[in-house]
């Protein structure tokens, strides 16, 4: 019988599912493998369920003569080396689609905490500071109706964000590669607008690109820079595209009015001057974590991976060359 491992904790019932059909080494305990560890468990393994902290290199596929899929838990690639799997005639899989909206949710709760400055108001609160049951100047924060947004990077994920900054009778400005088409562009009441420019004139600037090496800290400083004082960075794609050291300096000097943040660089350590700064919404990495999604997530990475063991296309190819 083929062996598919499976690299963190999953559902129970995906689990049962997928050992209908294969031999499964589940890593029940859920910690991260150190690279020996998951060298040993792939040795002679035909398929591979990952996750974005799951590293697949030229090292590790070098003891693994017998794979054949990769399948990622993730829409992001970037924990996997394409280039050595095609070399090697392994598929490569992710799961798009289903974690759209998931993840727009949490992208709008960050710009929404961070606007209206929840967690300062809830650590206030808990704090026992609330003293006056009502002032004039309690924690004023940022209207997000009428405002300006500007999202950097319009795939599926971005244009879902811009879907929702329609109900806020928000103004939609975005940057991408390539330019959506007309039609598309009309039907989300967006207009594209060259990067400087973006950034200098959005209220809230949103981050939703994947992360490459070609967009590592795609806005650092000197970009922050032509953010306006008043605007709010939002950042639920990946850790690196954004400088963290230098979002940390501006938050600090006020010279932007915050951030909502949900991936770091170095995730799960994190540059610790996060910790200290008030005007920084923080979350562990949790853009698609409702159990619906990360289920749906997880059943479509059991499809992709059970589809290239039987000898069929995957319905998520990433490497469609390899087959």
């Known amino acids: 019988m083929k062996k598919v491992v499976v690299t963190r904790r999953i559902f129970p019932e995906v689990v049962e599912a997928l050992r209908a059909c294969v031999d499964v080494d589940h890593n029940e305990d859920d910690h991260l493998w150190p690279a020996n560890e998951f060298a040993r468990r792939i040795a002679g393994a035909h398929g591979v369920l990952?996750?974005?902290?799951?590293?697949?290199?030229?090292?590790?596929?070098?003891?693994?003569?017998?794979?054949?899929?990769?399948s990622n838990i993730a829409v992001g690639t970037n924990n996997i080396d394409i280039?050595?799997?095609?070399?090697?005639g392994i598929r490569v899989t992710n799961t798009p689609g289903v974690l759209n909206d998931t993840t727009a949710d949490l992208t709008w709760a960050l710009l929404m905490a961070a606007a209206r400055r929840i967690a300062e108001g809830d650590a206030f609160v808990r704090r026992g500071d609330w003293k006056v049951g009502f002032t004039m100047q309690s924690p004023l924060g940022t209207d997000v109706h009428h405002a300006t947004v500007g999202i950097i990077g319009m795939g599926r994920i971005g244009q879902a964000i811009a879907r929702r900054a329609r109900g806020f009778d928000m103004r939609i400005v975005y940057n991408n590669r390539n330019r959506l088409p007309p039609g598309d562009e009309e039907r989300l009441g967006a207009s594209w607008m060259d990067m400087h420019?973006?950034?200098?004139?959005?209220?809230?600037?949103?981050?939703?690109?994947?992360?490459?090496?070609?967009?590592?800290?795609?806005?650092?400083?000197?970009?922050?820079?032509?953010?306006k004082p008043t605007a709010?960075?939002?950042?639920?794609?990946?850790?690196?595209?954004?400088?963290?050291?230098?979002?940390?300096?501006?938050?600090?000097?006020?010279r932007i009015a915050g951030a909502g943040l949900d991936?770091?660089?170095?995730?799960?350590?994190?540059?610790?001057?996060?910790?200290?700064?008030?005007?920084?919404?923080?979350?562990?990495?949790?853009?698609?974590?409702?159990?619906?999604?990360?289920?749906?997530?997880?059943?479509?990475?059991?499809?992709?991976?059970?589809?290239?063991?039987?000898?069929?296309?995957?319905?998520?190819?990433?490497?469609?060359?390899?087959?």
Do not use: W
């Open 263 to 323: 991936v770091f660089e170095g995730e799960p350590r994190l540059n610790a001057g996060f910790l200290d700064l008030p005007n920084a919404v923080l979350t562990p990495h949790i853009g698609s974590a409702t159990r619906a999604t990360r289920l749906a997530m997880c059943e479509m990475a059991v499809a992709n991976v059970l589809a290239v063991l039987e000898g069929r296309a995957p319905p998520n190819p990433v490497n469609p060359q390899a087959a």
């Open 197 to 227: 420019e973006l950034l200098a004139t959005a209220d809230f600037v949103v981050v939703m690109v994947p992360y490459s090496p070609a967009v590592h800290h795609l806005i650092g400083a000197a970009e922050i820079a032509r953010m």
């Open 83 to 88: 280039a050595a799997c095609t070399r090697r």
């Open 50 to 70: 990952t996750t974005i902290m799951d590293r697949v290199d030229e090292a590790l596929l070098a003891g693994a003569a017998n794979l054949k899929v990769v």
């Open 232 to 254: 709010i960075l939002v950042n639920t794609a990946r850790g690196g595209v954004v400088d963290d050291a230098a979002l940390v300096e501006a938050l600090r000097a006020k």
